[in-house]
């Protein structure tokens, strides 16, 4: 199948797809609607992540140390009152368990990631801040993402604060964090950028992007789910071919079963799907 056919096929599916597809450093080989907005959900965690080892690195935070682990915050809504997250509505029972003890924020960014806790997320923004996760993405290249408030933060959401990714943003911040790890970058030291990429590789939740891969196959990804959206957006890295980003964003009705573990829905099946034909083509890929 060529990118045109997989094109027109997208094409007759309702709702908007994005995708995006390229070799690390690289033009992109394929692109649908790579700047068009999407709802984040849970993929903007990884521009928190970048923003804790930023601020790590510069020693305003030290990861080891442990941090208090409460259900209540700030709303981004200047006068609104604190919030605190539905534990029904998260993914991690392990955060929820230290609720009024303490937690070391490496271990908080980890949860936050490999099981998606939007609780661990939020005591994150609470101590690197909004800014610098805005901060993570402009250094990315990013052009129109944007981490305007916490998880769950009703009331800045219905002010029209927002999360919002494109699959061209997420792609060029995973894609730099994989090239950050063998050279300086923007966005932390090489070491940081390993250490991040190894938190991404530890992702629990493989039911999209990983499920069209072969088993074994080295993929450092974050996706993101809630209804109507499901997002996939990693960076694979094959043993017979250079490592590509893939990032698909769908914002469809198509059915959603939720995390791992949950009935496979049609939006995995279908990100699965483009994941494998990508696989299938890695050789060709533009340098």
Known sequence: MTWEDLDARLDRV???ISVYVGRLGARPTWTRRADATHYAASTMKAAVLVALYRAAEAGRLDLDDPVPVRNGFDSALAGAPRFANDQDYD?????WARVGGNAPLRWLAERMIIRSSNLATNIVI???GLPAV???????GARHSVTGRGIEDSAARESGIDNLVTAADLAALLGELALGARRPGPLASPAGCASMLDVLF???HREDLAAGLPEGTRIAHKNGWIRGIRHGAGVVFPADAPPYT????????LADGGPSGEETDDACRLIADISAQVWAARHELAD
């Open 202 to 204: 530890a992702q629990e």
């Open 91 to 95: 993914n991690d029972e392990a955060v």
């Open 126 to 128: 609470d101590h690197v």
């Open 246 to 253: 893939i990032v698909v964003c769908t914002t469809t009705d």
């Open 134 to 140: 805005a901060e993570a993405w402009t250094l990315a």
């Open 14 to 16: 309702p709702g908007t």
